[in-house]
């Protein structure tokens, strides 16, 4: 910005041009502690300097629109500085005069944060992008005006670290004033939502990303996306997500995360009711994207228990009324809508555990039309490991097979990181 407003000095003809940029983006480039050129610049001087030329530049801004309006700066003044504060629904709504189409602003504040109304009306506005954190010791909520309405937006990228929402009402009724809304993102930090219920229907959207790092508010999150082709999910199962009317879904993508001291000791082993109330979880999950093309799933999904010797059958599971958890696998599984079209599989990672085992033998005994299986160690295996691999490879080649020509591909590697052995074994029935 400030190399387009000296090119008005080169020529007669430049001396205005630099008025109808279309891409205004203020970032840290006011902020300098402990340099100006007297030698004397402090966080007033700065604040000062960064409010004059904004307002400059919009105020002698011409009738073209702005494209791009980014408040990047907005980090390094929200520090408890009111004046600042003051500025941002003045600037927003100079710039949604001007037919403003995308939106970001980066925002570090103390204490809560509050969305402009002027923002939320912006009737132009195509991209959102809110990215806004407190400190540890200065925990914010985020506040939503009464009044929504952004009928054209079709991208919204919400991040959130240390703030929340706390108003179930408004935040519903935030969500719900994007009718045109294709993708949205949302970043939630260890606060999330809290214990609320999200409401969201969104019939134009393709892309949705949910990533929480709450591990202690049970949020519940319902979606119904009939146009959704991509589907994100990174947190814990402490979020709830009941996903619905899913028919367009292609690409899934879902990392599971546990809690520490939901862990038993050496462990990924959760035990109790929070074991129960996970498993059904999980299983709503998949059965809300039973129609996904391209399915990923994290480790997570299975129990890992290192201290147990991986001991066949798999026996030591949770009590589900009262089956155990194998038996709730199988039972989900064996569902005609959950794997009847699935034909290709790959798992990484592979430790040859027990509860590996007992996945792929639920899998391979209800896939009738399962073509390839690639199986991949990439561990350093010491002599145990390589033998535990071996015996996992045995049994799997034991287990009765639902796809009449079915391909195992087994790809475990050795200490020093090299193949020892590439198996491609076709079995039949």
């Not at 670290?161 to 519903?172: A, T």
């Not at 079209?341 to 005994?365: A, C, P, Q, T």
Request: proline letters at 3%; aromatic letters at 12%.
């Amino acid at each position: 910005m400030e190399e387009a407003v000296q090119t008005c000095v080169l020529s007669t003809r430049w001396r205005y041009i630099w008025t109808s940029l279309s891409v205004l983006k203020f970032g840290g480039q006011f902020y300098n502690p402990g340099s100006d050129d007297d030698g004397d610049d402090d966080d007033d001087r700065q604040v000062n300097r960064c409010i004059r030329f904004i307002d400059k530049v919009l105020s002698l801004h011409d009738n073209s629109d702005i494209q791009t309006f980014d408040l990047g700066c907005v980090s390094y003044y929200l520090n408890g500085n009111i004046e600042f504060y003051k500025c941002i629904d003045r600037w927003i709504a100079t710039a949604a005069s001007h037919n403003l189409q995308e939106f970001y602003i980066e925002a570090f504040h103390y204490g809560d944060f509050e969305i402009p109304l002027c923002l939320c009306t912006c009737k132009s506005l195509k991209k959102l992008v809110l990215d806004v954190s407190s400190s540890e010791n200065y925990k914010g909520d985020i506040i939503i005006p009464n009044t929504m309405s952004l009928p054209q937006l079709k991208s919204l990228c919400l991040s959130l670290d240390q703030s929340s929402f706390i108003d179930e009402k408004l935040i519903n009724g935030f969500f719900s004033s994007f009718p045109s809304l294709e993708s949205l993102i949302m970043h939630m930090g260890h606060l999330g939502f809290g214990d609320i219920n999200l409401l969201m229907s969104f019939p134009k959207l393709r892309h949705f990303r949910f990533h929480s790092w709450n591990h202690e508010k049970n949020t519940e999150v319902e979606l119904n996306a009939p146009s959704l082709l991509s589907f994100s999910f990174e947190g814990y199962l402490s979020t709830n997500i009941t996903l619905t009317n899913l028919s367009s879904l292609v690409t899934v993508d879902i990392k599971i995360h546990v809690k520490e001291e939901e862990e038993v000791p050496g462990t990924f082993d959760i035990r109790g009711e929070k074991k129960e109330i996970y498993a059904q979880r999980m299983m709503g999950l998949l059965r809300g994207i039973r129609n996904v093309k391209i399915l990923m799933l994290n480790r997570s999904f299975l129990k890992f228990n290192y201290d147990k010797p991986p001991v066949y059958p798999f026996c030591d599971e949770v009590k589900i009324n009262p089956e155990d958890i194998g038996d709730y696998w199988d039972a989900g599984l064996s569902l005609p809508c959950m794997i009847c079209h699935l034909k290709s599989v790959e798992i990484k990672g592979l430790r040859g555990y027990v509860n590996e085992l007992k996945f792929l033998e639920i899998l391979l005994k209800h896939a009738r039309v399962l073509e390839k299986v690639v199986l991949t160690s990439t561990t350093r295996q010491d002599s145990q490991r390589e033998k535990r691999m071996t015996e996992f490879r045995e049994f799997l080649q034991m287990f009765p097979k639902a796809s009449k020509s079915v391909i195992l591909l087994f790809n475990f590697f050795s200490k020093v990181t090299l193949p020892k052995f590439f198996l491609n074994l076709k079995v039949d029935r």
